[in-house]
């Protein structure tokens, strides 16, 4: 069974630091690994879709890499902004059965302090 | 439409009534998820849909739980009966396809059961 980890599960850190975010799944057998933001009371905004035969994408300010064999991702934000303040959370699409869904991760929450 | 449109975005009803969320997906996208999310929780899947069937109901918690796509399209989550255990944020996703495609997801309807 699939089961997807994040940490730290909160993270708090002056204006313009560098974070990593890291993400963990036992199962390597994924389709894609997505990360997500989202604000409080709000719903899940996609930030990244890694694909399974990637090994990172990039959007910004925002890397994430994917090594599947090991099982981990990370998320990479530079140059960290009080806007950044939000839960990050990770999902991996898998290969169970007739269904994609998404496994999900506890997610991890931000505090970028002006 | 632009994004994964919910609606009502706030929904409070009294323990015992019947509701329906809706979720109108971005045209085209063929797969569509719900799933539900308490406070400091990831998200619980609960069913899928590909096209008009549900493809794995798996997730729904009990039958009061019921959700129907018939066009293909919008889709309805009825819940019978409610209970104060069934306030959460139910989140709708749509994606192109089942699997190596991107997850987009609505602001979610917050449900409270009073």
């Known amino acids: 069974k699939q089961e997807v980890t994040q940490i730290p599960a909160a993270l708090s850190v002056p204006e313009g630091e560098n974070l990593v975010l890291n993400c963990s799944f036992t199962?390597?057998?994924?389709?894609?690994l997505q990360w997500f933001r989202q604000d409080p009371g709000k719903g899940l905004t996609s930030l990244l879709l890694i694909q399974s035969s990637q090994r990172e994408q990039t959007s910004g300010r925002l890397n994430a890499s994917l090594d599947k064999s090991s099982g981990r991702s990370t998320l990479y934000i530079a140059a960290s902004q009080p806007g950044d303040s939000a839960t990050y959370l990770c999902?991996?699409?898998?290969?169970?059965?007739?269904?994609?869904?998404?496994?999900w991760g506890l997610g991890t929450s931000l505090a970028v302090n002006p | 439409g632009a994004g994964v449109s919910q609606t009502p975005s706030n929904k409070v009803t009294e323990k015992g009534k019947y509701v329906e969320l809706r979720c109108d997906p971005i045209s085209g996208h063929t797969a569509l998820y719900w799933y539900r999310q308490s406070l400091g929780q990831g998200p619980e899947f609960l069913i899928y849909?590909?096209?008009?069937?549900?493809?794995?109901d798996s997730g729904l918690p009990n039958d009061r739980f019921f959700a129907v796509r018939p066009e293909g399209s919008v889709s309805t989550l009825k819940i019978q009966r409610t209970e104060r255990g069934d306030s959460a944020v139910y989140l709708c996703a749509s994606s192109l396809g089942q699997t190596n495609t991107e997850a987009f997801f609505g602001q979610g309807t917050r449900l409270t059961v009073v």
């Open positions: 849909f590909q096209g008009t069937g549900a493809a794995d």
């Open positions: 999902a991996v699409r898998g290969y169970a059965g007739n269904n994609r869904k998404l496994i």
């Open positions: 199962d390597s057998a994924i389709y894609n």
